[in-house]
Structure formats: C-alpha cells, structure tokens
C-alpha cells in the first residue's frame, strides 16, 4: 500500500510544475507586452500616414496654384491656391485708373485689385493698389501671410486689343 506522505519526489515535481507554470507566466506577459508594443507602434505609424496624406490639396474650383515667397501674376475673376495649404486668393475687380502710355496726365493714377481671401474659412475683402496711396494699401496681414501687390503686369495702354487687355493683372506675393 501506498505511503499517503508527500516524497521527495512528489515535492519536487510539484517544485518544478511551479516553476514551469512561472515561467509560462512570464512568457506570456512578454509576449502581451510586446503585442501592445507593437499594435501602438501600428497606430502611430497610420497616425503619421494618414497626417502626410492630408496635406491641403488644391481645391478643383482654382485656376492654379502658387510657392510661397514666389511672385504670381492673378488676372480679373482667377482664382489661385498657396500650393499644400488652405489660403486661396480671387480678384473680385480690377479698376485701372493710371495714367495712359503715351498720355501726359496730372496725376499717375494707380490700380486696384478687389481680393476675396480664405483661409479654412475665414474670408476677408481688400482691396489693394499700386501705388498704394493713403487710402489704399499695397500689402495686408490675413491669418499669418503677408499678401502684397507688387505691381501691375501690363501698362495700361490705348492701343492693346480686348484680349491683351483681358490679360490685365496683378503680380503679388504673399510671404
């Protein structure tokens, strides 16, 4: 018949089924761990995907798009886009008022441009000249761009046919 006391054994089997069990344990958290290591790591790097595709594309209602620190020319009713970001800048009017080539006036006169601005949003009118005058300026500050109206593209000359004149626009930057 069988001792019912525990043997030398028995105990150390029962050690060792400890310890494997321990072990197992262990294993197993590593293992978890590295699993949350990893899917967090999937996360992140969608995260980052997914940022750099939803850099501002050019909305499809724009004439073109423009670098920023780089002169653009905008005639009347275009409408262009600061190339990967939200601003957008339409010319509303255009009213000529210069001098003539080949005309002696009193006064030079200027250009006015009538701008329609947005940015995600935030719309804003100006109107800006060239020369700018004390009424009007020939640079505004909207939503951290500067946007300045360097000069006029083109004279405003008698002898230009419709299509040159329809040509008419502004050179701008916008820093």
Request: charged content about 20%.
């Amino acid at each position: 018949m069988q001792n019912a006391m525990p043997t030398k054994d028995m105990a150390f089997c029962f050690f060792i089924h400890l310890q494997m069990n321990s072990l197992l344990l262990i294993l197993t958290v590593l293992i978890m761990k590295q699993t949350i290591i990893i899917v967090l790591g999937l996360v992140a790097v969608s995260v980052l995907l997914m940022a750099c595709n939803n850099k501002i594309k050019a909305s499809k209602d724009v004439d073109f798009t423009f670098e920023k620190g780089s002169e653009f020319t905008l005639k009347n009713s275009e409408k262009t886009q600061l190339n990967k970001e939200a601003l957008q800048i339409k010319v509303l009017e255009i009213k000529d008022s210069r001098c003539p080539v080949g005309v002696n006036c009193v006064r030079a006169g200027e250009i006015k441009f009538k701008l329609l601005l947005n940015n995600k949003g935030n719309t804003k009118e100006v109107t800006l000249a060239f020369p700018a005058d004390s009424r009007h300026k020939d640079a505004v500050a909207f939503d951290g761009y500067n946007i300045q109206l360097v000069k006029a593209n083109q004279p405003n000359d008698p002898s230009f046919s419709d299509e040159k004149k329809a040509l008419l626009g502004g050179i701008f930057l916008v820093n």
